[in-house]
């Protein structure tokens, strides 16, 4: 590997951007396709696919057989709302290999005893979410009720374009804070990405099992395409 | 990606800034059971120092070997390990899995 590519590889990995190298195993021929050039590359469609999977691979192409190194960001999950449900999707999300953080600035609620292992912020979101980075790799779930917390943090995730992003709250619920965030000027296409009532289907009753139901909804967005995702 | 090959990563470019002679190796294609994924690195200097895994320790060693050898010569290499491997009596992987991995040159 040329070092000046390899620098540009670290840059990319760096900066939380995926990344995809490909090799000519025979040649040893190689380049380095980022992620805001693989929609207009050759092998689009299999470097997509391989991104969305973070799996790295031999394929078989045109050009002939070439492995893909595959460098996608971990994963993270942001929370507000250090709620029953957050006591098993916190823990949940680390043993997925998702990156934890609480953010609830009720001080009774927010503890380290009620979240052992977790990183808990006691702050509001404003003051909590922009050191945290949400990117596109994050998942962010709101879940407190209040929108005190909830709204500003829905705007600051919208804005972050993260992979998933959900609400608690039943469909009334729901249709007030979607007439909430319109008048703070957020599109129809910005609040159809807000996944509320929040989970899969499972028939979830309690906070454990509601937990279970978006961390599969969120394994679902962040697994598999947007249109075959809705088909599901 | 394990969050150590990350680090492999920049400990390749870093020695390479440092004026080492540097090769990495990938786990490019794994069958059967195999201790490390498919794109797992290992890092490997001139000296035979080296940083991260192919597998689980079974074949380190010879990857190294190779490794200096493509340091000096730059051309990459396809090396392949397993049970089925003549080699296997001297290094092969006990899970009984079969893995390739390709060492080139950082330069």
């Known amino acids: 590997m040329k070092l000046d590519l390899l620098r540009t590889l670290n840059a990319e990995r ?28 050759p092998l689009a469609e299999v ?9 790295s691979g031999m394929e078989e192409t045109a050009q002939g057989r070439v492995f893909l190194t595959v460098h996608v960001p971990s994963p993270q999950l942001v929370i507000t709302g250090a709620v029953h449900i957050s006591q098993t999707l916190a823990p949940l999300g680390q043993m997925l290999d998702y990156a934890v953080t609480i953010v609830d600035p009720r001080t009774a609620f927010a503890t380290p005893e009620r979240f052992p292992g977790i990183n808990v912020i006691a702050e509001w979101p404003d003051v909590a979410l922009p050191p945290l980075n949400v990117d596109r790799y994050t998942a962010f779930v709101a879940l407190t009720h209040d929108p005190k917390v909830d709204d500003p943090a829905l705007l600051h995730a919208l804005s972050r374009d993260c992979f998933y992003i959900g609400a608690l709250g039943s469909r009334k619920t729901h249709g007030r804070r979607l ?12 609040l ?6 929040i989970g899969l289907d499972i028939g979830a009753v309690s906070p454990a099992e509601i937990a279970v139901a978006i961390m599969g909804e969120i394994t679902l967005r962040l697994r598999v395409k947007q249109d075959k995702a809705e088909a599901a | 990606m394990l969050g150590r090959d990350k680090d492999i990563l920049k ?46 320790g079974c074949v380190e060693g010879a990857v190294v070997t190779e490794a200096i050898d493509v340091i000096d010569s730059g051309k ?14 001297k290094v092969g992987l006990s899970c009984g899995g079969t893995i390739r991995v390709y060492v080139e040159k950082v330069s």
Not at chain 1, 27 to 40: L, M, N, P
Not at chain 2, 25 to 54: C, K, M, Q
Not at chain 2, 76 to 89: C, I, M, N, S, Y
Request: hydrophobic fraction near 45%.
């Open chain 1, 47 to 55: 470097l997509d696919k391989r991104v969305r999977m973070a799996k």
């Open chain 1, 192 to 197: 159809a990405r807000i996944h509320a009532p």
């Open chain 2, 11 to 56: 400990a390749a470019e870093d020695w390479s800034k440092e004026g080492r002679g540097v090769a990495l190796a990938t786990v490019v294609e794994t069958w059967g059971s195999a201790p490390r994924p498919v794109g797992s690195n290992l890092v490997i200097d001139s000296a035979g120092n080296f940083l991260g895994s192919v597998s689980g």
């Open chain 1, 14 to 41: 760096a900066a939380r951007r995926a990344v995809v190298v490909v090799t000519d195993t025979e040649s040893g021929t190689q380049r380095i396709v980022k992620a805001a050039d693989i929609a207009t590359d």
């Open chain 1, 179 to 190: 007439e909430r965030l319109k008048a703070q000027g957020v599109s129809d296409a910005a």
């Open chain 2, 76 to 89: 990459p290499k396809t090396l392949e390990f397993g049970v089925a491997d003549e080699t296997a009596w």
